[in-house]
T-cell receptor, first 116, second 105 residues
C-alpha cells in the first residue's frame, strides 16, 4: 500500500518551454503533497508543500511563478516548470502523506528533467 | 531550520560486512527518518525513529534524541544494499547530504 507514481519518469525539452509533472497517490488519499528537487550527487531540497484545495506553500528561494503547483484533488498534484532553462534540469521528486500532521511521507519514483 | 549532518559521505563494503551510518541533527525533533535511495532514484522509507531503537531484518536504527544523533546499522551487507542512505529530520524533512554505500561481491 501507499504507492505514489509520477509521470513522466523523464522528459527532455527545449529552453523556454513549459513542462508539467504529475504526482498521483494510487491507493490512498493524500491530504498533503510535497515537491523536492535533487541535483546530481546532492541531497533532496524541499521546494513546496501543498494541501488539497489550497495554495502551495513555497520554501524560501523557490520562485512560485516559475514552479506552479496545483493540488486539485486528493490523489493528484502537478508541478509545472514554466519557461524552463538549462539550470532547471534536475531530478524532481514528489511525496504524499495521509494527513497534514502525518510524519510519514511516501515518495514517488522521481522525474528527470533535462532542458536543452 | 534543522541542520542535518551525515557521516561518512562514502562507504565501501565487502559483501557480508557490517557497518554503521551516523546522522547528527542540530535541534530537538519529533520526526527523524531514514531512507534508502536506490540507483534508479526511488526513495524507500526505512525507519521512522524520533527516539529509541527499531529493527527490520538486517537493518536497525537507534536515535538518542537527547544527544541529537541517530545511527543506522547494516548487518551482513548485500550488494542490493548499495545506494544512498539519507536521514531526514523535522516535519518538513530536512535531508542530510547522504551516505553513499557500495557493497562489493
Amino acid at each position: 500500500g501507499a504507492v505514489v507514481s509520477q509521470h513522466p519518469s523523464w522528459v527532455i525539452c527545449k529552453s523556454g518551454t513549459s513542462v508539467k509533472i504529475e504526482c498521483r497517490s494510487l491507493d490512498f488519499q493524500a491530504t498533503t503533497m510535497f515537491w523536492y528537487r535533487q541535483f546530481p550527487k546532492q541531497s533532496l531540497m524541499l521546494m513546496a508543500t501543498s494541501n488539497e484545495g489550497s495554495k502551495a506553500t513555497y520554501e524560501q528561494g523557490v520562485e512560485k511563478d516559475k514552479f506552479l503547483i496545483n493540488h486539485a484533488s486528493l490523489t493528484l498534484s502537478t508541478l509545472t516548470v514554466t519557461s524552463a532553462h538549462p539550470e532547471d534540469s534536475s531530478f524532481y521528486i514528489c511525496s504524499a502523506s495521509f494527513s497534514p500532521g502525518s510524519h510519514t511521507q511516501y515518495f514517488g519514483p522521481g522525474t528527470r528533467l533535462t532542458v536543452l | 531550520g534543522i541542520q542535518v549532518e551525515q557521516s561518512p559521505p562514502d562507504l565501501i563494503l565487502q559483501e557480508g560486512a557490517n557497518s554503521t551510518l551516523r546522522c547528527n541533527f542540530s535541534d530537538s525533533v519529533n520526526n527523524l527518518q531514514w531512507f534508502h535511495q536506490n540507483p534508479w532514484g526511488q526513495l524507500i522509507n526505512l525507519f521512522y525513529i524520533p527516539s529509541g531503537t527499531k529493527q527490520n531484518g538486517r537493518l536497525s536504527a537507534t536515535t538518542v534524541a537527547t544527544e541529537r544523533y541517530s545511527l543506522l546499522y547494516i548487518s551482513s551487507s548485500q550488494t542490493t544494499d548499495s545506494g544512498v542512505y539519507f536521514c531526514a529530520a523535522d516535519y518538513k524533512l530536512s535531508f542530510g547530504a547522504g551516505t553513499t554505500v557500495t557493497v562489493r561481491a
